[in-house]
């Protein structure tokens, strides 16, 4: 099975964006699953801090390693990780890749721990890509009232990116681009600022990651794989498919008390939203 380095260079060649999807619980977990092999497509799963600890990182990484051992080509994420011993846990852990998330930092020590991230996963011998993140893209995959602050005026420039990069050395990149986590009660979409990205990509050399995903255009999503954002992730859109299809099924029968019925319709819920977005990001 390719490593995650080469599916990401694979999707990079091929002009298109791989999905990463994040779950708290083994049932998202299969949900996403069942959507990438209906769409014969590879996928990410990702477990913020927050997710990783309700869910088990021991229990999400058995599981990641059981399913590939069944053939399953998915890849395991640990999603904004604030500390350099948060990382470190996750690489000891054997996660396929980590985030680590110095946006909110100063831009050297940004770029010095990430660095440190960097030197404890290439020391580590396990492969564990480390990617990087700079500028304002907000913090929780939630329902928002109004954007984040600041949100649009801190997008990353060119010039960031590169400096970033060449001194930090991670494999893989988090820019803001004009998207945000969550989702606007009132709806309204981010603009995807599509010439940032390829102009980044272009000036780094390495992949990008799109973050915030939910709430975007489809035309944009559909777009970004071709310019450089080789993942795309979607976490708020996956929390909302899950709530409503367990609402539904409460609604339906409010007496029912067996989580594997009332829980079965967010499953689905779930899986429909998560291939729906693996099919854009391919191009499918
Ligand atoms: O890391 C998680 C993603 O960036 C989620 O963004 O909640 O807007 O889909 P989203
Ligand atoms: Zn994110």
Known sequence: MQTLKEAVEAAWEGKIALGHFNVSDSNQFNAVLAAAAAAGMPVLVGVSEGERKFFGMRNIAALVRAAREAGV??????DHTYSLDGCKEVIDAGFDSVIFDGSHLPM?????????VVEYARASGKGTLVEGEIGRIGTS??????????MDKDLTTVEEAALFVRESGVDMLAPAVGTMHGRLIGGGEPKIDLVRIEAIRSAVG???????????????????????????????????????????????????????????????????????????????
């Open 108 to 116: 050297e020590e940004n770029i010095a721990t990430a660095r440190n």
């Open 73 to 78: 080509q998915v890849y395991l994420n640990a």
């Open 141 to 150: 995959s939630k329902l928002l009232e109004v954007p984040p602050e600041d």
């Open 206 to 284: 390495i992949p990008l990651v799109l973050h915030g995903g939910s709430g975007s255009s489809d035309a944009d999503l559909a777009t970004v794989g071709k310019l450089g954002c080789s993942i795309v992730h979607i976490n708020t859109d996956i929390r909302i498919a899950y709530r409503k299809g367990i609402e539904a099924s409460l609604a339906a029968d409010a007496k029912e008390i067996a989580p594997y019925k009332f829980l079965a319709e967010g499953v689905t819920e779930v899986e429909k939203m998560t291939e729906k977005y693996i099919r854009l990001f391919a191009g499918m």
